[in-house]
């Protein structure tokens, strides 16, 4: 897939022209994935794996979404083909965990999970593989960010970060998760929406949310981005503020929570996670871990986790997925370009 070069014409008119893409990611929260039905998905995928335990890569350190995502994923595997094993192999927005789960060419017992976290920092860092290499099999989740600052910060709301990033944009540190992910990709939006020079943002990038968190509670950053899942804890336990959420309406674990929209800043962002085979497995073995990732998001156990973590529900399978995949590449490396980060 070729990257597309930078666009012509202001950034609000092209981001208005995105919006029905963003309408059309939300709606997908509640359409059933296109994988044929998966009764029988976890004996099929006992077949494919030939006796051989089913491995889940979270590209990232422990705690992060991609973590949280492969450990339920994890659990709501086992009463499908029994135990599995989580690993961690973090940094470079998880580039270092796709080049290392690349080399695992045909072999089926293998899993990644990746989303827009890894197809930015691919289009930030220049690394010389993306995820188009891997084979797509499923869509799982979307999730929104929360902008936050230490408990004890003179900020108290979004319009307190407002004045002070348009008072000095540089002076104002944001830190988050890995260099052209989500958070870095909403801080340059956040700037280039109040009338900065998203280049200009001072961005501390970390490899995990505990890494950003400890950031932003010693003081060494203004605020922070992360997910909504990864950042629920410590809101609640009073250790950070929340001043605003990307989704175009309040989330229900955040109900006090302004959008970014409502406090005058017009973006909108929506992160999402996946899981992904390597490159070279057969048709028959791509189809079988397909189905046996749609059996799972069905269980008990994975509705569960979505409730708990805040997750929606974005299945998608088969061709459809591929295609996103695609067309995602194709939009994060142009609002990259945009936003000066590419």
Do not use: C, K
Request: charged share 20%.
């Amino acid at each position: 897939m070729q990257r597309r070069g930078p666009t012509t014409g202001t950034f609000a008119a092209r981001w208005r022209g995105a919006v029905p893409w963003l309408v059309a990611v939300l709606a997908t929260a509640a359409v059933v994935a296109t994988a044929p039905a998966a009764d029988t998905g976890g004996s099929t995928a006992r077949q494919v794996l030939g006796g051989e335990q089913l491995r889940i890569m979270a590209p990232a350190s422990p705690g992060g979404g991609w973590d949280q995502t492969s450990r339920e994923m994890q659990s709501a595997l086992r009463d499908l083909i029994g135990r599995s094993e989580v690993y961690n192999v973090s940094g470079a927005g998880g580039t270092i965990g796709l080049s290392q789960f690349l080399r695992h060419r045909g072999d089926p017992s293998q899993l990644m999970a990746t989303g827009l976290i890894m197809i930015g920092a691919v289009g930030t860092n220049g690394t010389p593989h993306d995820v188009s290499e891997t084979t797509p099999l499923l869509r799982l989740t979307t999730d929104f960010q929360v902008v936050v600052v230490p408990a004890d910060s003179p900020i108290r709301d979004l319009d307190g970060l407002v004045a002070a990033m348009r008072a000095d944009l540089p002076g104002v540190s944001i830190a988050g998760g890995s260099a052209g992910g989500a958070e870095h990709i909403l801080a340059g939006l956040m700037a280039q929406a109040i009338g900065g020079d998203p280049a200009r943002i001072s961005y501390v990038a970390h490899s995990g949310g505990g890494e950003m968190l400890s950031t932003v509670l010693s003081g060494r950053a203004t605020a922070g981005i992360s997910g909504f899942s990864e950042i629920l804890p410590q809101i609640e336990a009073g250790s950070v503020r929340a001043l605003a959420v990307s989704s175009a309406r309040r989330l229900p674990g955040l109900p006090d929570v302004p959008t970014l929209r409502e406090g005058g800043v017009d973006v909108e962002l929506e992160n999402w996670r996946g899981v992904v085979a390597p490159p070279g497995i057969t048709a028959q073995e791509e189809r079988a871990l397909e189905e046996l990732l749609v059996e799972m998001t069905r269980t008990p156990r994975w509705q569960e986790a979505l409730r708990r973590r805040g997750w929606g529900d974005a299945t998608l399978a088969g061709p459809e997925f591929e295609e996103f995949v695609r067309a995602e590449q194709e939009r994060v490396n142009r609002i990259l370009d945009e936003i000066g980060l590419g």
